[in-house]
């Protein structure tokens, strides 16, 4: 399918599904799921209503895949979720209305507790669970092991607050020897984790440059202090200057392909 033709598609899927995931970050999620550079499966910690958990899903079964894994507790225990409560029924509903509830493995319950069983390869990352640091840490601590070689890490709210997606990629990410290709889609921040140093350092000035990009931010965010306007109004910039995703074609160009 031509991927025009499945972002359409996905769009469709999502009609009346709430989501806190923009347009330009849906293609972008459809991109890394449907143009794999690494073997293994795709994983999602958070997964809300199932509006990323459609994309992954739709863009995953167009690249052949035959499962993709979805982590989510569907109840609000931290205090950066929404009021206490369960939307695990409505998350139910929307995947059975975009045909993809047979699809997707569900592992209802704490990101830690799956990592305990966890054995298959990673081939898409996707972070957007809790933000606060120590937890965005943890999850992408807990799961790094079983990152495939050409694996691709995305974080949801990069550019949001709390500050715990921006600062781990940003420093456990962007500052890391092990990932190469890299950038800014709207508020997802990604990276591709490489095995070979020499691969990865073709990319250390992309990275350099995006690290210096978050500086101002990170600074801003882990301060004591209010967040100041300026720092709001320099969020808004990055946000418009990374607006766009790259088409397929650019995409591939940027990544190595090690499946």
Partial sequence: ???RNLVREIREALAGVERTIKGYEIDFLALIAAYPAAGGCV???GAFKGASTIVLSKAACAAGDDHIWTVDP?????ETDLPEGTCY??????????GMDSFVKVFKGLSQDLAKEWRE???????DGD???EATKQDFELF???????AIVAFHDVLGLPSGPLRVFANDVLLS???GACGLSGTVGWAQFVKDRQLAARHSETKAKLRRALAAQISATTSSMPVPRIARWRQLLLRNRYRQSPSPKQFLQRVEVLR
């Fill in 1 to 3: 399918m031509h991927f």
């Fill in 89 to 98: 029924p409505e998350f139910q509903n929307n995947l059975q209305r975009a």
């Fill in 43 to 45: 994983l999602e910690i």
């Fill in 121 to 127: 390869p990673i081939r898409v990352l996707w972070i």
């Fill in 131 to 133: 933000h606060r640091y």
């Fill in 177 to 179: 020897r092990e990932f």
């Fill in 144 to 150: 790094r092991p079983f990152l495939a070689d050409g």
């Fill in 74 to 78: 569907f109840t609000n225990p931290c």
